[in-house]
C-alpha cells in the first residue's frame, strides 16, 4: 500500500508539473519551522512538540489571479518529548512523519499584500515511540505505525515570501488518531 501511495503522489506531481509549465510562475518551495501542540490521546502524557516542514507547490491556475490553485506535495517531522511527570522515566519521546500531496487555494485582493489560504493534504504517516524506561518498572518496546493521515490547515501569506498557517494533523493509529496541531511560520520563494 505505502509504495501505490508514493507512485500516486509522484504521478500527481509529475501531472501538475506538465499542467504548470504553462504559466510563468511554474512552482513554489515551502520552508517552515514551528510548534506542534498536541491533541487527544498524545496531550495524555507528551509535552508541546517542535516541527519542520517542506513543501513544492506546481500552479495550476493562472498566476496573479485573485484564486490560485496550486497542487503541494509535503514532507514534515513532528516530534514530542515525555511529559515526565517526575517519574525519573527516560526515553518515551514520540515522532511523526509526514509525507503527502494535496490541492492548496489561495485568495488575495487588490487592496491588501495579503494572501489567505486553505489546503488540505493527504498521505502517510509514520510514527514513532521510543522505548521507554521507568525506575522500578522496567523498559517497554513500541512498534512504529506507517498510517495514512489528513492534514487541513489555513493560513496567511504575508508580502512576497513569508506565511504563517494552522492545521489539524490526525494519522489513523490503531486505537484513537495521533493528533497535533502544527502551527507554521516560514518562507517561500
Do not use: C
Not at 503527502?100 to 495579503?114: C, D, I, R
Not at 504517516?125 to 521507568?134: K, M
Not at 490503531?174 to 518562507?187: K, N, R, W
Request: no cysteine; hydrophobic share 45%; net charge negative.
Amino acid at each position: 500500500m505505502f509504495h501505490r501511495f508514493i507512485a500516486t503522489v509522484v504521478l500527481l506531481l509529475i501531472l501538475a508539473t506538465g499542467a504548470s509549465a504553462q504559466s510563468e510562475k511554474k512552482s513554489v518551495f515551502y520552508a517552515g519551522l514551528g510548534i506542534s501542540v498536541p491533541t487527544g490521546t498524545l496531550d495524555e502524557g507528551w509535552n508541546l512538540g517542535f516541527h519542520g516542514r517542506g513543501a513544492v507547490g506546481f500552479l495550476v491556475s493562472e498566476p496573479r489571479s485573485k484564486t490560485e490553485l496550486e497542487i503541494i506535495g509535503e514532507v514534515a517531522y513532528h516530534s514530542f518529548a515525555l511529559d515526565k511527570m517526575g517519574t525519573g522515566a527516560t526515553g518515551g519521546a514520540a515522532s511523526a512523519i509526514q509525507i503527502g500531496a494535496g490541492p492548496k487555494v489561495t485568495f488575495s485582493s487588490e487592496s491588501t499584500s495579503l494572501k489567505f489560504f486553505i489546503a488540505g493534504t493527504v498521505g502517510v504517516g509514520i510514527v514513532d515511540v521510543a522505548d521507554l524506561t521507568i525506575p522500578g518498572f522496567g523498559t517497554f518496546q513500541t512498534e512504529g505505525e506507517t498510517k495514512l493521515y489528513f492534514n487541513p490547515s489555513i493560513g496567511v501569506e504575508l508580502g512576497k515570501s513569508a506565511f504563517i498557517s494552522a492545521g489539524y494533523v490526525s494519522i489513523a493509529t490503531s486505537g484513537e488518531a495521533f493528533a497535533y496541531i502544527p502551527l507554521t511560520v516560514g518562507m517561500h520563494f
